[in-house]
């Protein structure tokens, strides 16, 4: 199994690990979940998500390759932005849902998920021309978020930049090695993702931590809390290659009129015919809590769908979660889940399930 | 982390005698399976009066990342339940030999608490 480079400070943490895509990652930290949640929304956490991956296409016309092969379109960013996209297969298919790090129209960061970074890869190398040289630097970087509404007041303890746009970024360095500093986040709140190279990890992890303003290391438990709450969708439960944008509603991260990428023939027709099936939020009305898989029916005994993601909401107290459902099944119905043989109502609703803090400041 | 003066059974859960009441026994978790639930967000028990039999599922504690089953240790009636972990499931981890018990049970058979694991056995299969 892979280990992040701060794998030895989060077993001095005193952390659970445990294994995420292919590498052994902080579950939680001493304390447990619910403080790491209740941290990022009411204050600041740190996490260590270097399992993401990292894919970096240099060369002219490195974006143009993105744009005429991800689905959304890289013409609505500049330089210095980074925006959400999908890499689909030619059936509409997801295979991964990643961050593109636009830097010019000669280099693109590419951050998928930890267990698609490799195929990501392949599938760009096989498309790209001589010129653009697409490499897998999965091991040379990690990445630490630093989520919450405190953590404009973190970076600046450690002299980073702060307050650039949503989904912008900056390249500063720290202690010699070079940081990009991206608002861009996986809870909800306020935050920034911080890449840095492996060797230069380890020092800015115990900045970060020695920073006051209470930073609490947050582990990937707090980390699926805190996207379940916001309906983020997570790739390999809520969307996959069997899941097409269109089905998980993300038809906002589609260049639609753009002339090519992947899948757009197949997704194209799906989106003029409607989707047989779409990815919605749900609200229990009791104390059930909804776990990938189980069953989603209508009150009439007749099954519409499946649960995806759930969780129990720290902030709502509640069970929420995602699930993939008819799509006749609108906004505002009341469906039951069955919970281990126990029938729980639940309301659909728009997701987030709570309010969403990103863009503020 | 494991007292003494408690039996204890392979489902991690720990029996004192006596319970709330003479003729009862106590019911919880131990420390071992608090902490690996993690954060205990919901607990559900058997209701007073219900007649359960050694080693079936009567409740559930469920964790923010998953759900767990809450065994009878011996055979026998159920006389309490602690209805603090409706609005505290919290307490489970917390104070898991103390305000974190589950529930009561009037045993069939005294002896058969006796037939448990002590606490040094129960933490030799921990290792």
């Known amino acids: ?361 | 982390m494991y007292p003494e003066e408690l039996k204890y059974t392979s489902e991690h859960e720990w029996v004192r005698t006596p319970g709330g009441a003479e003729g009862s026994v106590r019911v919880g978790i131990t420390h071992y399976a608090q902490e690996a639930l993690g954060d205990i967000v919901f607990v559900s028990l058997p209701e007073v009066g219900d007649e359960v039999e050694a080693g079936s599922a009567v409740g559930e504690l469920e964790s923010t990342k998953s759900v767990s089953d809450v065994y009878v240790p011996v055979s026998g009636k159920v006389v309490a339940r602690n209805e603090q972990l409706d609005s505290s499931p919290e307490l489970v981890n917390s104070d898991p030999y103390g305000e974190g018990w589950l529930f009561d049970l009037e045993p069939t058979d005294a002896a058969a608490v006796d037939g448990l694991m002590s606490a040094s056995e129960y933490q030799a299969t921990l290792d």
């Open chain 1, 1 to 361: 199994m892979r280990r992040s480079p701060l794998h030895d400070r989060h077993v001095a943490l005193g952390a659970k690990l445990s294994e995420f895509g292919g590498w052994e990652m902080p579950l939680e930290y001493p304390g447990g979940v619910l403080k790491e949640h209740a941290a990022v929304r009411e204050a600041v956490g740190a996490f260590d998500v270097s399992h993401l991956g990292k894919v970096r296409l240099r060369g002219p016309g490195a974006a143009e390759l993105v744009n005429r092969t991800l689905t959304n379109d890289l013409g609505r960013i500049e330089p210095g932005q980074a925006q959400y996209t999908l890499c689909c297969d030619a059936s509409g298919g997801i295979v991964d849902d990643l961050i593109a790090y636009l830097h010019g129209d000669d280099h693109v960061l590419l951050v998928p998920n930890a267990a698609n970074a490799a195929e990501v890869a392949r599938r760009l190398a096989e498309a790209a021309p001589a010129e653009v040289e697409v490499t897998d630097e999965h091991e040379e970087w990690a990445v630490l978020a630093v989520q919450g509404p405190r953590s404009d007041a973190v970076l600046e303890r450690l002299g980073l930049p702060t307050g650039h746009g949503y989904m912008s970024f900056a390249t500063p360095s720290y202690d010699g090695a070079e940081v990009v500093v991206c608002r861009t986040g996986y809870t909800g709140e306020r935050g920034y993702e911080l890449l840095v190279s492996s060797a230069g990890a380890g020092p800015l992890w115990d900045a970060l931590l020695a920073a006051g303003e209470e930073v609490r290391p947050c582990g990937l438990g707090a980390r699926d809390t805190l996207r379940t709450e916001m309906g983020y969708p997570l790739h390999g439960q809520d969307i996959s290659l069997d899941v097409t944008p269109v089905q998980a509603r993300l038809g906002w991260a589609v260049g639609w009129s753009k002339e090519a990428f992947w899948g757009k023939e197949a997704l194209t027709a799906e989106r003029a015919e409607g989707p047989a099936r779409v990815l919605r939020g749900l609200v229990a009305q009791g104390r059930g809590i909804p776990r990938p898989g189980m069953r989603v029916l209508l009150t009439a005994d007749v099954p519409v769908g499946e649960v995806t993601s759930g969780t129990f909401a720290p902030t709502l107290r509640k069970g929420v979660g995602l699930a993939l459902l008819a799509e006749q099944v609108a906004e505002g119905a009341e469906v039951t889940v069955d919970v281990r043989g126990r029938r729980e109502v639940f309301v659909v609703t728009r997701p987030p399930f709570v309010p969403a803090h990103v863009r503020e400041g």
